[in-house]
């Protein structure tokens, strides 16, 4: 039976994932900054585990806690929105340390057993942003583009191992708490020079009428990346996300 240690599940796309790895009877370390078990379903191959991804103490502890994984999934992120103009500096720190040192940080810590082993999947969970520029969110963009970067050259250099890393890129996702968490850290849309632009781009964000992801799709995502060695590099989830990667091409 193989394990997955997934991070950010208390909800949306973490929390879909850990459900969807259960379901197939799969160990799943289901990890949060504040360990909730109630989110997710009663399961003897489920384990809890505390993680702040940008705590390398607590990076280390919750990779010696999980044991031997087979699958590492870093979807543990958040979202900002702000003219790059105004966006605080502290909040591009906030959006690197989580979105991506975190990542890079946690990935790290779990390489040396895959190396060893010769075996393992590691999978990014970005953002479809990072194939199309849109106003608004440049910190928040750069953060998952500079995860994108990493992973496709980590990517190169663990081949020789037999270890696989992937990337998973979900498009707009309303019915997760990510656009609502986006929303608090919404900084400079009231300023007389960007108010316009940031009128019309939140009523695209509120769009019901458009193409959206649902956690669903980038659970499926990622489980075909996680067991599927054929899957390509970068794996868009959700009808948005995979219109803009046609376009992309």
Request: hydrophobic share 45%.
């Amino acid at each position: 039976m193989k394990t997955v240690l997934i991070t950010g599940c208390s909800s949306g796309f973490g929390l879909e994932t850990a459900r969807f790895f259960l379901a197939r009877d799969w160990q799943v370390i289901a990890t949060m900054r504040t360990p909730r078990a109630d989110v997710l379903p009663p399961s003897d191959r489920l384990r809890v585990l505390a993680l702040d991804v940008t705590n390398p103490d607590s990076i280390r502890e919750a990779v010696e806690a999980a044991g031997p994984i087979d699958v590492l999934v870093n979807n543990a992120g958040f979202g900002a929105a702000s003219p790059g103009e105004l966006v605080p500096l502290a909040t591009v720190r906030e959006l690197f340390e989580t979105n991506t040192i975190g990542t890079i940080a946690l990935t790290q810590a779990v390489l040396p057993q895959f190396r060893q082993r010769k075996a393992g999947v590691v999978v990014n969970v970005t953002s479809s942003v990072t194939l199309k520029a849109l106003p608004l969110i440049a910190a928040y963009r750069a953060s998952k583009a500079a995860v994108n970067a990493f992973t496709e050259s980590i990517a190169l250099e663990l081949e020789q191992f037999g270890v696989r890393v992937r990337l998973v890129l979900p498009g707009r996702a309303p019915e997760t708490r990510f656009g609502d968490n986006a929303r608090t850290r919404m900084l400079g849309f009231d300023h007389e020079a960007y108010a316009d632009l940031a009128n019309s781009v939140l009523a695209r964000f509120t769009d019901t009428s458009s193409p959206v992801t649902l956690a669903q799709d980038v659970a499926e995502a990622v489980w075909r990346a996680a067991t599927d060695p054929s899957s390509p590099m970068h794996i868009p989830a959700g009808a948005d996300a995979e219109a803009w990667a046609t376009e992309a091409r």
